[in-house]
């Protein structure tokens, strides 16, 4: 592997503040349904004025995209988090060779190298 401690260590921190942020994002629109990054989103009771259901469902809408969006992002820092834990951070998950330091540099949750992300 190509990356050191002290590599790992920023960007196990860089990830981890992500993750709060994803988490405080994701709890405005959703509700947590387990510990490993499930959401269901928070619906809001519709009410009996027509024009005011029309803007709540696409309010809904909109959230739904969001939170899947967003619910994606989480895992893939989960999934990295995970990786660093079990030393396999910093490998493409494709071809397994070391992603550059510039690229996770970029994206910490990066899951494959260049070359494989761009097939
Ligand atoms: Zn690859």
Redesign the pocket.
């Known amino acids: 592997m190509a990356l050191n401690e002290k590599d790992l260590k920023k960007f196990e921190g860089i990830l981890i503040e992500q993750k709060n942020k994803l988490k405080e994002e994701l709890s405005r629109i959703a509700n947590p349904t387990s510990d490993n990054g499930d959401y269901e989103i928070k619906h809001e009771e519709i009410g009996s004025d027509r024009e005011d259901n029309a803007s709540e469902v696409e309010e809904y809408v909109d959230n739904v995209a969001l939170e899947s969006n967003l619910e994606e992002q989480l895992k893939e820092i989960n999934n990295a988090l995970e990786k660093i834990k079990n030393g396999t951070y910093g490998a ?6 070391d992603i550059s330091p510039e690229r996770l540099e970029a994206n910490p949750s990066a899951e ?2 260049m ?3 761009g097939k």
Request: proline letters at 0%.
């Open positions: 493409c998950e494709e071809c397994g060779v494959k190298c070359k494989c992300a």
